[in-house]
């Protein structure tokens, strides 16, 4: 059994970490770091607060502490964890720089622990159709990839660390940046340059809401797109290649049920968990034949954990290694660059 303990408790913790650990075999979430209010013990009474991270780390069988905390605090947090002889998941982004991910990576090393980031969209049904349909060579050679979150929220969230100009890791492109810029590395590997632009929407906006990001290949871009102000969505994926086309509208449903106050708990999580309605399922177009429907593959974030758990108990490599999460803190920070700098990047060059 892997015992786990959760650092922070606000949506990240709520949502998309405490209950997936609890859905997962063989893991227990034994403590909680919440440091004021009550939320953590009245949703699960069974489960140990800490209010320090001291008293959480004085529990000696927790071998696994995640990171779900603002992003400013990524690093000490991590840092404190692996110096304590602890595996470490931190929520994307993995830090606010390159080069404090990099330390931590390295120290993870020293130290002979396991480091990885929560990139949990990997798991999405939709990803994994489109995996899928890329590596069939269905599509031909890809010349054009576009993955895109469009939402429509005209005023900032009260409060929102996120969208504060004082926060470092604040914006829009350090949020759902990672998510588009990790599934196009996956897909395509490293680009030869990045040119992006990380801008406002709404007049209150005091950070960016929204962003376009292209990834430069030899015959190939890879577009990631964001929009805080787009009622009607476009396509969430749009691929073309050289022998058809794959478009596909609607978010994987995992998100909107984990958000939930009826969010699952424990292991039993439905049969149908993480299936889309048949009406959202993407259309492939092949060259000189009929369109057809393709079914949404099973969508399923308890992965990214199961996967953790077996790493841990020296059964799997983990499935977002060290090396995978520095190569998108890379491209995050590239773009960061060049939207900053409104020039196209190359993928060698320094980025602070």
């Keep these: 059994m892997v015992r786990v303990g959760l650092i922070g408790f606000g949506l990240a913790g709520q949502a998309f970490h405490a209950p997936v650990i609890r859905g997962v075999r063989g893991m227990e979430l034994a403590c909680i770091l919440e440091r004021r209010g009550t939320r953590a013990r009245e949703k699960y009474p069974e489960v140990r607060v800490a209010r320090t991270l001291e008293e959480l780390l004085a529990d000696k069988e927790i071998q696994l502490c995640v990171i779900a905390t603002p992003n400013d605090s ?4 991590a840092r404190a964890c692996l110096m304590a002889g602890r595996d470490v998941v931190v929520d994307k982004p993995f830090a606010p720089t390159l080069h404090e991910s990099e330390e931590l990576v390295r120290l993870a090393a020293e130290r002979g622990r396991l480091i990885t980031v929560y990139q949990d969209r990997r798991w999405d049904g939709d990803f994994g159709t489109v995996k899928k349909i890329v590596a069939s060579g269905k599509l031909g050679t890809v010349v054009e990839y576009e993955c895109r ?3 429509f929220r005209l005023e900032p969230k009260e409060n929102a660390w996120r969208e504060r100009v004082d926060q470092p890791g604040a914006g829009v492109l350090f949020d759902l940046g990672p998510h588009v810029i990790d599934q196009a590395l996956v897909l395509f590997g490293e680009p030869r340059a990045i040119t992006a632009s990380a801008f406002c929407q709404r007049e209150t906006s005091q950070v960016d809401d929204a962003f376009d990001v292209c990834m430069e ?5 890879a577009m990631g797109r964001a929009r805080i102000i787009a009622y009607a969505p476009g396509p969430h994926f749009l691929i073309h290649g050289t022998k058809g086309s794959f478009v596909k509208y609607g978010m994987d449903p995992q ?6 106050e009826d969010r699952p708990d424990g292991l039993d999580w439905g049969a149908d968990w993480g299936v889309e309605d048949e009406q959202l399922w993407g259309t492939l177009s092949p060259v000189g034949e009929p369109s057809v429907k393709v079914k949404t593959e099973r969508g ?7 996967n953790v758990r077996d790493a841990i108990e020296k059964k799997a490599g983990l499935d977002v290694t060290p090396e995978q999460a520095l190569r998108t803190m890379r491209a995050v920070m590239l773009a960061h660059k060049s939207s900053r700098e409104r020039r196209t990047v190359e993928w060698g060059e320094a980025v602070e």
Aim: no cysteine.
């Design 74 to 77: 990524h690093f000490e947090y």
């Design 149 to 151: 979150y469009d939402r």
């Design 217 to 221: 290949y030899p015959r190939l871009r």
């Design 255 to 260: 998100e909107a049920r984990l958000r939930a």
């Design 300 to 306: 399923d974030y308890r992965g990214f954990y199961a």
